[in-house]
């Protein structure tokens, strides 16, 4: 690839000049040669009646000086001598024919040949081969031949037009609110980094994020680059308006779009961690706390389509419902960054799925996808007697009390537990003494009140012993013995216990160890993992206040939780097929009808005993035979 970089001057209107070499009119012919003489191998010698240092074959340089860079090896690179042919004949008759690729010069070197014994053994009386061996003609320049069609310009790019109809991958058009056109959706996704990038477009038949690993494709947002006047307010960029008052080109090309279906919409209190349902969908921003309210922490965008011809590669097809659901939160603009989470799902409108159910295995459990969980639930049937239990299964699989801004604990702070995968997470209580102590003794029996607020709803789920891990990758919600009961360890707690002198306070819960125990069933080349047990184990510590920190200085103390996978020790049993019986089967009325006094099973009882004695009048008729 050629690159040409041209300077322009700073005086508008002016080129700026390059260096170029001095012609030299006496030497330039009036009729220039069409010609060349491809013949030359010295590759280095490059410079015009001068020598090139280190270059051997160059015939203008000092002949002591290329013998030294001949002597130390560290001649420049130069093409590699042709093969030879040695002949046995006197050295007068043999010559080394060079033809170049032009055919407009030749070169005839006479090569003595080698007078050794072993040469003379091995060597070429004659030689009648016309073949001179493969060569490439030279190829004319300028525009002819195939020169022109090979550097062709690329043809202008238009923008891409709004489809008739839609096809797999084509954007997705929509008007959003106060808008006057359709332009491609877009979704807050995370580009190149974990920063939210809001010109990730969705395509027809592209799932958000691709594959079932994670169930939101998560982002972070830098509220200090936004207004947060305009996007925490309206229909602004963080708010629900900015979505569900979009219409969406069903794909017929029709100007008028389909309005957004809005769905469920929760509220997530970033304090407690509790999901509750939203009252309202307006947002807003009160510029003396810097708080944004009840802004988009997860959207959930679920098409319905329909296809004209499933057989098609290109997939062609409509768009026949857009439905969005909310999970909204509040936000301090100085707290950092905001978490956001994104999901679109395909569903067929002809059969149309009661939920987007996402598993992590078929049916056993892929390392690396989320862990089912979720807590028991019952009713009572339609008789008012029979009480059902299911499954109140999570959406994202187990969360796990992950550290939130700036490293502290928060209930809004979590991540999902991966199968497979051995799981440590920190975070950090900032105390001062005063409020150690009177977490030691006003709160002395409950040691586990942080522990309890970082896990918010889902302490009391397994406390309760109402925590359940699916058994399988795919385990199916609606029956509790696809689930297993996650085992409690470590509660009730003890009272805790404060010390004074040390400024100590003993007793404190911080945190829990979740050991599952993992195994694998069914071929060993179609393994299928599961879990097998679960046995959480509350961790109890001691927090000391330092004695060389000022008592009104905060300090850090931390909760940690963890999860590991155990895999249970198995042997492979090696499983057989049946050995086939020694006597093959006869049906009952084999004999029919000389045998029709006996009932079918003494018949078939007596079967073997017939083909015993059949055998036996066979084997003394062959002997008959060869004493004959």
């Known amino acids: 690839i050629l690159l040409l970089v041209y300077y322009l001057s700073g005086v508008a209107g002016q080129s700026a000049t390059f260096q170029t070499y001095a012609v030299d009119w006496t030497e330039v012919p ?6 060349r003489n491809l013949t030359a191998k010295c590759t280095c010698d490059l410079r015009e009646d001068a020598c090139d240092l280190g270059c051997c074959c160059d015939t203008m340089c000092p002949t002591g000086l290329t013998s030294w860079y001949t002597s130390e090896g560290v001649c420049l690179p130069q093409q590699a001598d042709q093969q030879t042919l040695t002949y046995c004949m006197p050295s007068d008759y043999v010559y080394k024919v060079n033809l170049p690729a032009s055919s407009d010069f030749y ?20 030689d009648s081969n016309p073949n001179l061996g493969a060569t490439y003609p030279d190829p004319p320049a300028g525009a002819v031949g195939d020169n022109v069609n090979l550097a062709q310009c690329p043809a202008a790019t238009s923008p891409p037009s709004k489809p008739s109809i839609y096809q797999f991958r ?7 609110p106060q808008a006057t056109s359709m332009q491609p959706l877009t979704v807050p996704y995370p580009a190149f980094s974990s920063e939210c990038n809001d010109q990730y477009t969705v395509g027809f038949l592209l799932p958000v994020p691709a594959g079932n690993k994670e169930y939101y494709a998560g982002c972070q947002r830098d509220l200090a680059a936004l207004n947060l006047s305009s996007a ?13 008052g979009m219409h969406f080109q069903t794909g017929t090309g029709s100007a008028l779009g389909q309005p957004f279906t809005l769905g469920t919409v929760q509220y997530l209190n970033s304090s407690t961690g509790e999901l509750t349902t939203a009252n309202s969908t307006a947002a807003s921003y009160n510029a003396s706390t810097g708080v944004c309210s009840n802004i988009v922490r997860y959207i959930n965008m679920t098409v319905y389509y329909s296809l004209t011809d ?14 969005v659901s909310f999970v909204l939160t509040d936000v301090l603009s100085s707290a950092g960054p905001l978490e956001q989470g994104v999901r679109v799902s395909w569903l067929p409108t002809a059969t149309p799925q009661p939920i987007d159910v996402v598993t992590s295995g078929n049916p056993g459990y892929i390392t690396g996808f989320p862990l089912l969980a979720g807590t028991l639930a019952t009713s009572l049937a339609s008789d008012g007697v029979t009480t059902k239990s299911a499954i109140s299964r999570m959406v994202s699989g187990l969360p796990l009390p992950a550290p939130g801004p700036g490293g502290a604990c928060s209930p809004a702070a979590l991540q999902t537990v991966k199968y497979g995968v051995n799981t440590s997470s920190t975070c950090s209580v900032s105390l001062n003494a005063t409020q150690l102590m009177d977490f030691c003794t006003t709160g002395q029996s409950t040691p586990q009140s942080y522990v309890q607020q970082v896990m918010s709803s889902l302490y009391g789920s397994v406390v309760a012993s109402k925590l359940y891990l699916g058994e399988w990758g795919d385990s199916d919600y609606n029956n509790v013995n696809q689930w297993l009961q996650v085992q409690v360890s470590g509660y009730p707690f003890n009272p805790s216990i404060f010390s004074t002198s040390d400024q100590a306070c003993s007793g404190v819960i911080t945190g829990f160890d979740l050991q599952i125990v993992t195994g694998v069933a069914f071929s060993s080349n179609n393994l299928q993992q599961k879990v097998l047990y679960a046995n959480l184990c509350f961790k109890t510590g001691v927090w000391d206040f330092p004695e060389n920190v000022p008592s009104s200085s905060a300090q850090r103390f931390y909760l940690q939780f963890n999860v590991s996978f155990i895999r249970l020790p198995q042997q492979a049993v090696e499983v057989k097929k049946p050995a086939p019986p020694l006597v093959v089967p006869l049906p009952a009325d084999i004999f029919y009808p000389f045998v029709a006094s006996e009932s079918a099973e003494n018949a078939a009882r007596a079967s073997p005993f017939l ?18």
């Open 611 to 628: 083909l015993g004695l059949i055998a036996l009048i066979a084997i003394l008729v062959l002997q008959l035979l060869q004493t004959l």
């Open 310 to 323: 499933e057989a098609s590669e290109d997939a062609p097809g409509y768009i026949d419902k857009i439905e």
């Open 30 to 35: 009036a009729d220039p040669p069409t010609t």
């Open 170 to 176: 084509n954007y997705i058009y929509v008007q959003p």
């Open 107 to 126: 070169t005839i070197v006479k090569d003595r040949a080698e007078v050794k014994f072993f040469s003379e053994l091995l060597c070429i009386v004659s």
């Open 232 to 244: 925490c307010s309206g229909s602004g960029l963080l708010t629900a308006q900015y979505y569900s």
